[in-house]
């Protein structure tokens, strides 16, 4: 029955609106981005997830987002590529980076989640900013509820279009269709560390867990192939 009436809506589309084209695409291949963390690129599968909307999750302070966040800087600056920054609560640490890394950061810094979304919306409309990070690890949870769905999807449509990896820092899971949603915790806490211990260190000290990866995965040579 179902089939029938699908078919009849086609049939009439057509015949009304002769130019109409149906049919659903499907989303474009891109390839994944490494994050520069070795368990979480593994995890992935290669990296966060190209052209789409991946969440970061870090739950409580000290979860080990802010570090993933670095380690990610450094690793797109290594390969001289440029990171955005949309940072929800103006929390970033800059004297955490060194000045190579800062130089290939775009920094928005923002005073709440609905100011962050709005600065976010612009910069994916950006085809010469490929990688994204919105950080709303901080933002305070009644702001994060009252986003709507919506942004979620407009964002991923935006993603996909423009080839854009974007990756949403959450203090819990948030963004509905996301393409890979990862728990991140420290192994022990940070204020725990000797002072001795490098960022590198601290970075193979967390802990990953993959809460949900859609299906249809980055396949080598897939590159302008739909899917």
Do not use: Y
């Amino acid at each position: 029955m179902a089939g029938s009436r699908i078919s009849g809506l086609e049939e009439l589309l057509r015949t009304r609106v002769p130019n109409v084209r149906l049919g659903v695409q499907g989303r474009r291949r891109v390839a994944p981005v490494p994050s520069g963390i070795a368990a979480l690129d593994e995890l992935l599968g290669g990296g966060w997830p190209g052209g789409d909307v991946s969440e970061l999750v870090g739950e409580g302070p000290g979860s080990g987002s802010a570090q993933v966040l670095h380690g990610f800087l450094r690793c797109l600056a290594r390969d001289g590529r440029f990171l955005a920054l949309v940072d929800g609560l103006d929390s970033l640490d800059i004297d955490a980076e060194e000045p190579d890394a800062l130089a290939r950061l775009l920094w928005v810094r923002c005073r709440s989640a609905a100011e962050a979304l709005k600065a976010a919306d612009l910069v994916l409309r950006d085809r010469n900013l490929p990688v994204v990070v919105i950080d709303l690890k901080l933002n305070p949870a009644a702001q994060l509820r009252r986003i709507s769905g919506s942004v979620w999807h407009r964002f991923s449509r935006l993603a996909e279009h423009h080839g854009t990896t974007v990756v949403v820092m959450t203090p819990f899971a948030l963004v509905g269709g996301a393409a890979a949603r990862v728990s991140v915790a420290m192994a022990r806490p940070l204020g725990s560390l000797d002072a001795t211990v490098g960022p590198e260190d601290i970075l193979r000290g967390l802990r990953f867990s993959l809460l949900r990866q859609e299906a249809n995965a980055w396949e080598p040579g897939a590159a302008g192939r739909v899917a």
